[in-house]
């Protein structure tokens, strides 16, 4: 018989050289769709309209919540790269998603969630939440992935949540002006993220917003609840 491994290379490659081979005749007019879908996100993102870029930031962070990322926006992103160039999108990726998941991980870390107590020994909810919240940001920051490390606190707490939704949209309508300019990429260092844009300022200080905004919001969020922690305690 043929070994495993030689079986998944011809079933992989035939499949891949089936499917070329189908949609071959289609190439012409699939070229002309991904044009105007490049088009079509630039356009979105000229800053014509204001307010649209803070809506777009919005949809991308409610959307990553609900299936759409990999179902719609990855699919996009892959599509504006495919002539060899950086990313709208993925720009708006790393702001939206990497950068605010960044803030609320270290403002996690900062202030714990819950209080410890008098002998100073942390609760195991808290410990488990720093735990997720070391490996996320590690991950937010030195690869542009794991983004679903803050989705626990922005369902959590409905604070966070806003700071989330504030931090995505502001960090968007930043960008949105001379799109062409901030073009760069998520799943990878965010140093390397700036780098790659002709207007790295720009884009920094989206990311430095996005960043803040949320890291400040769970930051309030965590104070408060650890304050209504203590005074119940003190009541109890």
């Not at 991308?60 to 996009?76: D, E, N, Q, R, T």
């Not at 002998?119 to 030195?142: H, V």
């Not at 905004?213 to 119940?232: A, E, K």
Request: proline residues 4%; aromatic residues 10%.
């Amino acid at each position: 018989g043929i070994p495993a491994t030689m079986s998944n290379l011809m079933v992989a490659g035939g499949v891949g050289s089936g499917v070329a081979l189908m949609t071959a005749p289609l190439t012409p007019w699939l070229r002309q769709l991904s044009q105007f879908i490049r088009f079509g996100i630039q356009t979105s993102m000229e800053g014509h309209i204001p307010g649209l870029g803070f809506a777009l930031g919005c949809v991308f962070c409610y959307g990553s919540k609900i299936g759409m990322y990999h179902a719609i926006f990855l699919p996009l992103i892959l599509i504006e790269m495919e002539t060899g160039n950086a990313s709208i999108l993925g720009a708006m990726d790393e702001a939206t998603l990497v950068l605010v998941s960044a803030g609320i991980c270290t403002a996690n870390l900062v202030v714990g969630i819950q209080p410890s107590d008098e002998n100073n020994n942390s609760s195991s909810n808290d410990d488990s939440d720093s735990a997720l919240c070391r490996r996320g940001l590690r991950i937010n920051l030195m690869y542009g992935d794991f983004i679903e490390a803050a989705y626990p606190f922005m369902e959590r707490y409905f604070l966070v949540n806003i700071a989330g939704y504030l931090a995505s949209g502001i960090s968007v309508e930043i960008l949105a002006h001379q799109p062409e300019a901030i073009v760069s990429s998520a799943y990878m260092p965010v140093f390397v993220s700036i780098w790659l844009a002709d207007d790295w300022k720009r884009l920094t200080l989206s990311f430095v917003a996005a960043f803040g905004i949320s890291f400040m919001g769970t930051l309030v969020n965590n104070m408060l609840v650890r304050l209504r922690v203590q005074q119940h305690k003190k009541k109890a």
